[in-house]
């Protein structure tokens, strides 16, 4: 079983960026695909990118898409989420999820595995 542990989140400006990080423990992380969520105060927990485990595929919400880009590297158990432009309506909790599935899904059900979370805050 992997635990992941998110990172990186702060206050930051529109216009900023800010990179997250999610390590994860366990020795079967390579062959896991991962996914970042964001929930804000009275929504739901949405997606907002994905990377699968095979040739680390990605995936974007439309929302962030061109401004968001996620990776990984499985030597460090570590995936990342670079944000760039940040706008005010960023602002959330990011969580970083985990599932034992060759491709990323957008839905939050189809994880088993998630992180505490990291609060990002973007003032305007």
């Known amino acids: 079983q992997v635990q992941l542990i998110e990172s990186g989140g702060g206050l930051v400006q529109a216009g900023d960026s800010l990179t997250l990080s999610c390590e994860a423990s366990?020795?079967?992380?390579?062959?896991?695909?991962m996914g970042w969520f964001r929930q804000s105060p009275g929504k739901e927990r949405e997606f907002v990118a994905g990377?699968?485990?095979?040739?680390?595929?990605?995936g974007y919400a439309d929302s962030v898409k061109g401004r968001f880009t996620v990776s990984r590297d499985d030597a460090k158990s570590t995936v990342y989420l670079q944000m760039n432009s940040l706008k005010p309506e960023d602002t959330a909790v990011y969580y970083c999820?985990?599932?034992?599935?060759?491709?990323?899904?957008?839905?939050?059900?189809?994880?088993?595995?998630w992180g505490q979370g990291t609060q990002v805050t973007v003032s305007s």
């Open positions: 366990g020795r079967t992380f390579s062959s896991y695909t």
């Open positions: 999820a985990g599932r034992r599935s060759s491709n990323w899904s957008r839905l939050r059900s189809e994880y088993g595995t």
């Open positions: 990377i699968s485990w095979i040739a680390g595929r990605p």
